[in-house]
T-cell receptor, first 109, second 113 residues
Framework: KNEVEQSPQNLTAQEGEFITINCSYS?????LHWLQQHPGGGIVSLFM?????KKHGRLIATINIQEKHSSLHITASHPRDSAVYIC???????????WGAGTKLIIKP | KAGVTQTPRYLIKTRGQQVTLSCSPI?????VSWYQQTPGQGLQFLFE???????NKGNFPGRFSGRQFSNSRSEMNVSTLELGDSALYLC????????????FGPGTRLTVL
């Protein structure tokens, strides 16, 4: 079993829909990262959080440390949100990030 | 601040050759990590350097090596290239560790023929 699991693997939705991507992990962590990778390959860090909730524009990230679970939400989704969204955790015992497999999101106009 | 730069952006090599990729982190960042990404695969961690020392290493064969210079610039080298080494190689820099925001370069796309 992977230490970081994302769901769903693939998600197709219509423009305007509310999107939720989930990330569960099994190790103790210092922080959790959400990143976005567009088809061209570039990766952008969206959020880094260790508790609670963060919001940036239409993106919201939440984390529940007790349940070892995080969610990334996109409100009023748009075709330009189409990308792979990756969850990664910073384990307590290591400097190295542990990566989820990513969620491929397609937003249709 | 300039972002993370990687050179070259594209590279074509043949089996058996060796290749060196370069990564210049954001000014002031001391941690540089390298990743391999193949089609349909997630990011596979290669290694991480901090202050010229390899701090972490992934599960890759010894053909993959790296180093970091005193100015934090990093290079990775792959010797005796195999077809399966064709991939996007990404580097990421951060201030200190994985608990800091990671900044990724655009990647080097390596094709091995």
């Amino acid at each position: 079993k992977n230490e970081v699991e994302q769901s769903p693997q693939n998600l197709t939705a219509q423009e305007g829909e509310f999107i939720t991507i989930n990330c569960s992990y099994s190790v103790g962590i210092s922080a959790l990262h959400w990143l976005q990778q567009h088809p061209g390959g570039g990766i952008v860090s969206l959020f880094m959080l260790s508790s609670g909730k963060k919001k940036h524009g239409r993106l919201i990230a939440t984390i529940n440390i007790q349940e070892k679970h995080s969610s990334l939400h996109i409100t009023a989704s748009h075709p330009r949100d189409s990308a792979v969204y990756i969850c990664a955790v910073s384990p307590d015992s290591n400097y190295q990030l542990i990566w989820g497999a990513g969620t491929k999101l397609i937003i249709k106009p | 601040k300039a972002g993370v730069t990687q050179t070259p952006r594209y590279l074509i090599k043949t089996r058996g050759q060796q290749v060196t990729l370069s990564c210049s982190p954001i000014s002031g960042h001391r941690s540089v990590s390298w990743y391999q990404q193949t089609p349909g695969q997630g990011l596979q961690f290669l290694f991480e350097y901090f202050s010229e020392t390899q701090r972490n290493k992934g599960n890759f064969p010894g053909r993959f090596s790296g180093r970091q210079f005193s100015n934090s610039r990093s290079e990775m080298n792959v010797s005796t290239l195999e077809l399966g080494d064709s991939a996007l190689y990404l580097c990421a820099s951060s201030s200190y560790s994985s608990t800091d925001t990671q900044y990724f370069g655009p990647g080097t796309r390596l094709t091995v023929l």
